[in-house]
C-alpha cells in the first residue's frame, strides 16, 4: 500500500502546489520541496529496510485491486530491488528539479510544479506497474506534462520542440499498445483468461515471427525513449529548448524508463525474440555510442552538446542489456544512475551559464573560470565523470558493460565500442576548454554558484564519488532482480559457457580485483549464490 501512497503524495502535492499560486510564488516551491524529500525520505527507509538476501518472493512490496475487471485490468503495483533503485532515483532528482528550477521559473510557477509532480508520478506509476494496462497509462501520463514543461517553460522554439517530443513518443507508445492488446489477446486464446497481469503474461506460447512482431513494438517505444539512432532526433531539440529541470527529467528519468522497459517487459516477455533481436540491438547500441560522440564534439550550442553526449552514453544501454550476463546486466544498471547524474549535472551546469550570460553559444564563452571558480570546478568533476575516470561512478558501470559484453557473443562490438569511448575525452575536454578555460571572446561579469546552487552540485558530486567507491550498495539491490531476468530469458546464471556471455570460476577473482569491491556483507544462503554474486559484480 506503500506504492499507492506515494503516488497519491504526488499527485495531492501537485494540486496543492497549483492551488496555493493564487496566494503566493513562494508556496508552490516550498510545497514542492516538501512533498519531493517526504518521497525521497520513503525511498530511503525501504532501501535501508532491504535485505536481498531474505525470502524467495520476487516482489518486495505489492498491492493488487480490482480496477476494471471485465476486461481482465487490475490496479497492480510491486517493487524489487531494480523499481527500488528506480525510485530512489526519482526522487532524488525530483527534489534537485525543485532546487534548480527556484529562481530559473517565475511565470505560472503553480502549474509548472503541477506538471513537474504529475510527471514524477507518471514515472513512479512506470517502475511500479505490474498490470499492463496500467503500465501504458503510466507511460502516457509521463507525455502531457512533460509536453507542457517544454512548451511553456522552454527556449525560443520550445513549441517545435515541445511537438516533436510528443509525435515521437506517442507514435512510438502507439505501437507499444497494439502489442501490448496482441498478447492480451493470443493469452486469452491460448488460457481462456484475458488479463493484462505481468506475471500471468510471462511465458505466453505464441509462434516465433509473431512473438517477434510483438516484441517489435516494445522495442521500438523503449528504443524511442532511450534516444536510440536512428530513432533519437527529438531529444536534441527537446533538450536544448527545454528549462533545466526539464533537461534533468529527460536525461536522468524519461530515457531511464526505455532502459527500464527493456529489462522488465521486453526481455522477460518475449526471450526467443530477444535473442533473435540481439545482433541488430548490439548494433545500433554501437552506432550509438559513435554518432553520439561525433555530433556531440561537432556541436556549438552548450545544451546540444550535451544531449549528444547524452545519446552516446545511452547507447551502452543496448550493449549491455543484450550481452544476456550478468556482469553487463549489472552494468546497465549502474549506468542507468550514473548517468542520470552525470548527465543531469552537465544540463544544470549549461542552464546556469545560460541563465547568466543570456546564450548556449561556446564561441561566445571561454574563460570564465576566472568569474566562476566553483562552477567550473563542479563542471571539471562531472566532465571527468562523463569521460569515465576511475573513482566515479560512470567508470564502473562502463567497465562492467564492456567487459560483460566482451564475453558474450558480440566481441567485435565491444571492441568497437571500447575504441569510440576513448574518443569521449575529446568531446569531454571541449566543453571544459569552450567555457571555462580557453580565450576570452568576452568580458562578463556574472555571479559564481551560491548556496542554493553549491548543495545541488555538492549532493550530485557526493553520489556520483560514492558510486564509484562503493557500487556493491548497488549491486546488492539489483542481484535478485537481475538474475530473475536473465532467468527468464532462458539464460542459465552459471555453466551456459562463453558463448552467451557467462564468467567462469577461473574469471571470478581478476573481476573482483579489477573493480575492488568488497562483497563479504552479501547476505546468501549458499557456496553457489555466493559464486553467482562475485560473477556479476
Known sequence: MILVWILILLMATGLLAWLASRWSTFLPRLISLVGTLVYFGITLWLWLGYDPGSGNEEWMISYT??????????????????????????????????????????????????????????????????????????WEVMLVPMYFLISIWGHEDRIYAGKKFFLFTQASGLLMLLSILGLYFIHGQNTGVYTFDYDQLLGTAMASQTALLLMLGFFVA???????????SWLPDAHTQASTAGSVILAGLLLKTGAYGLIRFALPLFPEASHTLAPLAVLLGV??????????FAQTDFKRLVAYISVSHMGFILLGVYAFNEMAMQGVVMQMIVHAVSTGALFIIAGSVYDRI?????????????????????????????????????????????IGSYQGEFKVMTIIATV??????????????????????KVWEIPDFGVREMIVMLSLTGVIIWLGWNPASVFRTSLAPVQEVLQKVNIPKSGIGKEMGSIDEDNVYNAEKLLNIN???????????????????
Open 287 to 296: 552506432i550509438s555510442i559513435l554518432y553520439g560522440a561525433k555530433l556531440a
Open 65 to 138: 485491486a480490482k480496477w476494471i475487471p471485465a476486461f481482465g485490468i487490475q490496479f497492480k503495483v510491486g517493487m524489487d530491488g531494480l523499481s527500488l533503485l528506480m525510485l530512489i532515483l526519482t526522487a532524488f532528482l525530483g527534489v534537485i528539479c525543485v532546487l534548480v528550477s527556484w529562481k530559473e521559473i517565475n511565470k505560472r510557477v503553480g502549474f509548472f510544479h503541477f506538471n513537474l509532480l504529475f510527471e514524477l508520478a507518471g514515472i513512479t506509476g512506470v517502475f511500479i506497474s505490474l498490470d499492463l494496462f496500467l503500465f501504458y497509462f503510466s
Open 519 to 537: 562483497y563479504a556483507d552479501i547476505k546468501l544462503e549458499n557456496k553457489t549464490q555466493i559464486i553467482n554474486s562475485i560473477k556479476i559484480e
Open 222 to 232: 523503449f528504443t524511442v525513449k532511450l534516444s536510440t539512432v536512428p530513432l533519437h
Open 420 to 441: 569510440i569511448v576513448i574518443t569521449s575525452t575529446a568531446y569531454a575536454l571541449r566543453i571544459m576548454q569552450k567555457v571555462f578555460y580557453g580565450k576570452e571572446h
Open 358 to 402: 543570456h546564450t548556449r553559444d561556446l564561441a561566445q564563452m571561454g574563460g570564465l573560470w576566472r568569474q566562476v571558480p566553483r562552477m567550473g570546478t563542479m563542471g571539471l568533476v562531472f566532465v571527468m565523470a562523463s569521460m569515465g575516470l576511475p573513482g566515479l561512478g560512470n567508470f564502473i558501470a562502463e567497465i562492467l558493460i564492456l
